[in-house]
């Protein structure tokens, strides 16, 4: 059975001490039964910390017993994700935080229907980022997708992105992703409801990445998140396996 998990980026560190935040404390005491003496791990900026609790009601302290650093996510695959409503966002968040994608580009696409004003936006950041948070302590992953502030495709820095570009497109080009040969490290694009906007879609083509379909129905985004990014993750995988056998 697996330690219980928690995320330590607000928890104190104070003399050799972790005092645990109050609601991932509440957590391992009231829904983990965790007691004194209690082992779990912690996950802080790609390191997995074994941890020794001490608890006195609510309140948990911890002792580190051993510290070790997670391996750099493989493979390096980046998704462009455009803004959804809430039920279908939060749900792609989740997905590529546990599949194990590196970094999330958030885009105000044509169609998006969330409009957010600079300050909306930097405090839904913040909710994001502990969507993310939650989902990899549920993967079991010491380390979060890095997230990008939302921002129109046409002002997007694609020099940032790997060289390796793949859209998922509703369009007569598409080809099925599973007929393609990934390269790496690779970037993957998910359009809005209703797909991308023809110029949209002309600019990703324009910057090289390659039309892919997902699926011969028409999918929700966030289904195509998990599609899109399970598939390039695991075909790698599959193929450093193969090598290996």
């Not at 645990?20 to 910390?49: F, K, M, N, P, Y």
């Not at 002002?155 to 992105?161: A, P, Q």
């Not at 899109?228 to 090598?243: F, I, K």
Request: hydrophobic share 40%.
């Amino acid at each position: 059975m697996s330690l219980p998990r928690l995320r330590l980026e607000k928890s104190d560190f104070k003399g050799g001490i972790w005092c645990i935040q109050r609601d991932e404390a509440r957590h391992l005491v009231t829904v983990r039964r965790c007691r004194t003496g209690s082992l779990a791990e912690g996950l802080l900026g790609g390191e997995r910390i074994r941890l020794e609790l001490r608890c006195d009601g609510d309140s948990v302290t911890a002792v580190e017993v051993s510290r070790e650093e997670e391996p750099p996510m493989y493979p390096e695959v980046h998704l462009l994700l455009a803004l959804l409503k809430s039920d279908q966002f939060d749900s792609s968040l989740r997905f590529a935080a546990e599949i194990g994608v590196t970094e999330i580009h958030l885009l105000e696409c044509e169609r998006s229907v969330p409009k957010y004003s600079r300050e909306r936006a930097a405090g839904k950041l913040a909710r994001w980022r502990r969507i993310l948070d939650e989902a990899t302590k549920q993967a079991g992953s010491a380390r979060a997708p890095l997230l990008k502030a939302p921002e129109r495709l046409d002002k997007l820095d694609f020099t940032e992105l790997p060289e390796a570009k793949y859209a998922a497109l509703l369009s007569g080009v598409s080809v099925p992703i599973s007929q393609i040969e990934i390269k790496y490290p690779a970037v993957v694009a998910i359009g809005p409801e209703g797909d991308w906007s023809p110029d949209e879609t002309s600019l990703l083509l324009e910057r090289g990445f390659q039309a892919v379909s997902l699926s011969e129905r028409i999918l929700r985004a966030s289904t195509a998140v998990a599609v899109a990014c399970s598939w390039m993750v695991l075909s790698a995988r599959n193929v450093a396996v193969s090598h290996q056998g």
